[in-house]
T-cell receptor, first 112, second 113 residues
Framework: QQPVQSPQAVILREGEDAVINCSSS?????VHWYRQKHGEAPIFLMI?????EQKGHDKISASFNEKKQQSSLYLTASQLSYSGTYFC?????????????FGGGTRVLVKP | DGGITQSPKYLFRKEGQNVTLSCEQN?????MYWYRQDPGQGLRLIYY???????QKGDIAEGYSVSREKKESFPLTVTSAQKNPTAFYLC????????????FGDGTRLSIL
């Protein structure tokens, strides 16, 4: 079951903040976040393993709400380099086969 | 440097032809994955392998085949049964458990002539 990401796209001015959400209809074991520039390979950002866990990478952080089966990615004081498409990948609590299922992506454009 | 190498970067297929996409990794990772990405879309899992000589179908395996004869290599064949093969194909690998990140190659863009 593919996770649902929202919004589908967001345009920011440099220095502004944004939140990207990733929701699942099933209980989650973990959530992975990646960023992809056009035509390039996705780059790993972070993994959240436990409910309520928050992690950060520079000014990009994320939280995992186990009860709501949702994760949120926070872009704080956005930089031009944050532009790209952000994907969440989920591993189900009752997953078989160790596979990651990716959401449809959120396109982020940061303007000067 | 360690990494994942996909080749070729661009590939063209004629109608009715099978083509094979190469994926090689020197990270000593056990698990390897193939994903398909259509324009403006997310990544969809085609096949994955957790150990040599074993692999499982992903969500969109029809029209594709794989082999895993060596730990370092996980080639993907796009057969003529795949009617709409035009897409960006990404190979990934992972060490240890699902608590570890997947590392991606630079992708192969496949087009129909």
């Amino acid at each position: 079951q593919q996770p649902v990401q929202s919004p589908q796209a967001v345009i920011l001015r440099e220095g502004e903040d944004a939140v990207i959400n990733c929701s699942s209809s099933k209980a989650l074991y973990s959530v992975h976040w990646y960023r992809q520039k056009h035509g390039e390979a996705p780059i790993f950002l972070m993994i959240l393993l436990k409910g309520g866990e928050q992690k950060g990478h520079d000014k990009i952080s994320a939280s995992f709400n186990e009860k709501k089966q949702q994760s949120s990615l926070y872009l704080t004081a956005s930089q031009l380099s944050y532009s790209g498409t952000y994907f969440c990948g989920t591993v189900l609590l009752q997953a078989a086969g160790n596979k990651l299922t990716f959401g449809g992506g959120t396109r982020v454009l940061v303007k000067p | 440097d360690g990494g994942i190498t996909q080749s070729p970067k661009y590939l063209f297929r004629k109608e009715g032809q099978n083509v094979t996409l190469s994926c090689e990794q020197n990270l000593n990772h056990d698990a390897m994955y193939w994903y398909r990405q259509d324009p403006g879309q997310g990544l969809r899992l085609i096949y994955y392998s957790q150990i040599v000589n074993d692999f499982q179908k992903g969500d969109i395996a029809e029209g594709y085949s794989v082999s895993r004869e060596k730990k370092e290599s996980f080639p993907l064949t796009v057969t003529s049964a795949q009617k709409n093969p035009t897409a960006f194909y990404l190979c990934a690998s992972r060490s240890g458990t699902m608590n570890q990140p997947q590392h991606f190659g630079d992708g192969t863009r496949l087009s129909i002539l």
